[in-house]
């Protein structure tokens, strides 16, 4: 956790211990070594642990390199170089639009201070397997892959004779009882209200 903000106390470090708790060191391994494959080059702090791939990512460099390295064109055209802090962010902020440019949804996302306060890492690692997934499925990457793939659309054409016989098959299976209630049945006693 950054020495910038208060200890936690309360619900909020209950809140953080699950967060904590979520963090897969697996994963990030995966992440690192997809990283790395994708830009060609090792991560600059080698030691596995979350605080450790914050470091490596926090000021934003590395991420923005990651998105244009994965798009068939540049999706940021200037990166940030300088060691302050607002240009860290503005570096994390400019991958985070370059990601929604590159088809990923707003749940896919992370917010900035989950990644340069070291909020919520698996946030960012789930982040990373999305533009991993959505590198391979929609731009056509075939470099390496983590997460998943993305289905494809598969669809079907059936005949008349076939979807007639799709009717006639009994559907209490689905739910479906032909019109049948439970309209006028009484079963056990009314319930009365008194004051």
């Known amino acids: 956790m950054s020495d910038v903000r208060a200890k936690k106390s309360g619900l909020s470090a209950d809140i953080q211990k699950k967060l904590d708790a979520k963090y897969n060191v697996d994963q990030e391994k995966q992440c690192r070594e997809w990283i790395e494959a994708v830009l060609g080059e090792s991560l600059p702090d ?9 470091s490596c990512l926090k000021d934003g460099q590395i991420l923005c390199r990651l998105i244009n390295a994965l798009s068939p064109s540049p999706l940021i055209s ?3 170089t300088q060691t302050m802090a607002f240009k860290q962010m503005e570096n994390i902020e ?3 639009n370059a990601c929604k440019k590159f088809g990923l949804q707003d749940g896919d996302l992370f917010q900035t201070a989950d990644l340069y306060e070291c909020q919520n890492m698996s946030q960012v690692i789930g982040t990373l397997y999305a533009c991993s997934t959505v590198a391979t499925s929609k731009h056509g990457y075939s470099g390496m ?3 998943t793939k993305i289905a494809d659309e598969n669809v079907r054409e059936f005949d ?4 007639a016989a799709g009717k006639s098959v009994l559907g209490g299976q689905m739910g479906y009882t032909g019109g ?3 309209s006028g049945m009484s079963m056990g006693k009314t319930r009365k209200v008194c004051d």
């Open 180 to 182: 049948d209630s439970q």
């Open 94 to 96: 400019k991958f985070l």
């Open 46 to 54: 080698q030691e596995v642990g979350k605080n450790h791939f914050q």
């Open 145 to 147: 892959c983590i997460g």
């Open 160 to 163: 008349d004779e076939t979807l």
């Open 78 to 80: 200037k990166i940030n």
